[in-house]
């Protein structure tokens, strides 16, 4: 007789964005004029840009041609990505990261969540609070998180890091040693960025206790100047304590073409085991490689033109982001990130719970954006809103927001 | 300190088909001028029908524009995908598989590999011998094994079902209960199909034990004539116990664009857990959807053009399987499959080893194939050869088959 994996069910019932999906269908029903405006999910809103398009449609005949056909190709991705990626993201920031320790796949939701399996159902597992729900989901289900606990809305065996204004959402280092630390810098839902002391301090403590930081850079294209970090790499020591994820999702509105990647580098080693070499095992047996059409369209994205085009297209976000920062502030309201960042988090109003605030936005305003409780315990009493919209939807949500002032 | 999944360090070093890559290439080092003819890799090689070019062209065009752009999809796939599948792959055939029982992917090898996951960790598995690498490797990985016998080339704690020329290569139900059980047919490697009877006799098993039967049908489209199943659900009662995963790598050529399937039915329950809420569950947490374009170019092999030059490009690699098939006959070769599959499974001559074979076919006759020990202890003796390659090269290779007796 075949049985479950138990783990499954200790996840609580709804996730976070079925259950917006749910609210605000029900409000559509019974005000179907409602102009609803969404600044809830982080996805993009700006179409491809056009030398991505150029490179897909070349990449389109190719695979038309048995000259240029393409079949199976390198689970791992191919050279032209790997080796323009080292160069761009890594090299050109001073990073010393080689083309073969790059891992490319179809989304860093996928490398955030598969990573866990290379490692023993025993290690402790770290994360923000609020955080990501995927890093801890995916432990729950393998079996490294304990129960569920109603009363904190937390597992009892992963340790939270809370996030707050009193840390600039900053976690402190743990005294409890942690095994396995998730950290996301330009952080979601926060949208805090880290300085490079901060994160060298988290190097330094995982190069000394053995952890290993898995670090999701989702969000690098948003910082702004040259004081933060846009990868793990930039900090000493890192390449004996961290794996870094990366997706093409946000800095280049892959979010429905699909591409990101991992970065193992060689010299990741726990219990004279590389790192490297296991996940380069696992993407050889569970995993075929990037569409060679998605891949062409991400090595448009280094282009002289790809460059230049999502300079634009990002600077339309970030002038969104800002829209909100200042409008909202002049309102009145407290509100935090943004500048690095997609995601402003600002504190409800009259101290309204997080789901309290999402219904009160909804009715009175029309407007959808993310609980900060469904991110965790400390995300009670927040509320996050993503600058992907249009600007004209941006700029009309804000009114709405001063106007409930 | 981080610990690393020992179950990873069961797996034996070298991956099949990279062992080839390394011979191949030692050969062509010392062999510049050497013609090898590949027919190794389960690669095809005629180009994407340009019905299917002119729907991904157009998808590519729609991300281009704000009116159409796609982000995130559905995570289960779009409903224009599951609805044809739905329709053409199932209702056409008298199965009775709903829409949302299907789960688009990026691919069967990553679903076959990924299916495990929702079971616990005390299943016995049971796989075919011979049998496609990845269901053991997952099953490895997870800690389903126990440890890997060097002298016997197995696992301890898999149930390995011999398959050979005296069963017709479909294996004989096991004495002992097996909880998973990995079906392929037309299977890979062999090439055998399997019958409407037999498989019923699988499925009735697996009800009455409470097991479930992970089917892979990654090869329907070589199937011949009407008498054997092309789907488990074609079966009565597989509905409350079977799971389905299919490709549209060989019946579309889509190895480098990367889309397939998985069904699940929703009476699909073990231990009052339905097997559908749990992969929904995965599916949703560790996957983020196939890319649009790839879905809009899945559709377009159910357009009535597609659909016609889908059946002239599996006309072209089933007419070289019956190329092989008949001319290694004349040449009085023991050869199997090659009808209902792409695969031809040929006894090596004069009891030489799957290798020995192998270097002798390389160095004499400058061919590749893969050796049949390589997926399992009952593959020895045996050898593999594809009918993916071109007319050309097929028609040369069975010419230097034959020139060796």
Redesign the interface.
């Known amino acids: 007789?075949?049985?479950?994996?138990?783990n499954?069910?200790k996840?609580p019932g709804n996730?976070l964005f079925s259950e917006i999906a749910h609210r605000v269908e029900a409000f559509r029903e019974k005000n179907p004029g409602a102009a609803i405006i969404r600044l809830g999910?982080g996805?993009?809103?700006?179409?491809?840009a056009?030398a991505i398009?150029k490179a897909?449609?070349k990449a389109?005949?190719e695979?038309?041609?048995?000259r240029t056909?393409?079949?199976?190709?390198p689970e791992q991705g191919y050279e032209f990505l790997r080796n323009v990626i080292a160069k761009e993201d890594f090299l050109s920031r001073g990073c010393q990261i080689e083309a073969d320790e790059i891992f490319v796949s179809?989304?860093a939701?996928?490398d955030v969540?598969?990573i866990q399996?290379?490692?023993?159902l025993?290690?402790k597992v770290a994360v923000c609070d609020p955080v990501y729900?995927?890093y801890v989901?995916?432990n729950v289900?393998a079996g490294r998180s304990g129960n569920y606990n109603e009363k904190t809305g937390r597992f009892e065996g992963i340790l939270y890091m809370p996030c707050t204004k009193e840390n600039g959402f900053v976690p402190e280092i743990p005294k409890e040693t942690a095994?396995?630390i998730y950290l996301c810098f330009p952080n979601n839902p926060t949208g805090a960025a880290v300085t490079k002391e901060q994160l060298q301090a988290w190097v330094d403590y995982a190069n000394k206790?053995?952890?290993?930081i898995l670090y999701d850079a989702a969000y690098e294209a948003y910082i702004e100047g040259d004081e933060i970090p846009h990868s793990i790499f930039e900090c000493e020591g890192a390449r004996t304590c961290a794996v870094e994820m990366r997706s093409f999702s946000k800095n280049a509105?892959f979010?429905?073409?699909?591409l990101g990647y991992t970065v193992i580098p060689k010299e990741l080693v726990?219990?004279k085991?590389s790192?490297h070499a296991?996940w380069n095992?696992?993407h050889?047996?569970?995993?075929?490689?990037?569409?060679?059409?998605?891949q062409r369209a991400g090595e448009a994205v280094y282009s002289p033109e790809g460059k230049a085009q999502l300079r634009e297209q990002i600077q339309y976000y970030k002038s969104n982001a800002a829209m909100i920062l200042n409008g909202l502030t002049q309102a009145g309201f407290e509100v935090y990130g943004g500048v690095h960042a997609p995601y402003i988090w600002m504190k409800t109003p009259d101290g309204m719970s997080s789901w309290k605030f999402f219904d009160y936005l909804l009715s009175e305003a029309h407007l959808v954006g993310t609980p900060g409780s469904g991110f965790g315990a400390c995300g009670e009493g927040y509320f996050r809103l993503t600058a992907f919209g249009?600007h004209e939807n941006t700029l009309e949500a804000v009114e709405r927001l001063k106007e409930l002032r």
């Open positions: 007789m075949v049985t479950v994996n138990e499954y069910l996840l996730y999910i996805d993009v809103t700006q179409p491809i056009p398009l897909m449609h389109v005949d695979m038309g041609d048995s056909f393409h079949g199976y190709g179809d989304g939701k996928c969540g598969n399996e290379i490692f023993s025993g290690n729900p995927v989901d995916t289900m095994d396995l206790n053995g952890s290993v509105g979010t429905g073409v699909r726990r219990g085991v790192l296991l095992r696992r050889g047996t569970k995993y075929n490689g990037a569409p060679y059409i998605v249009s």
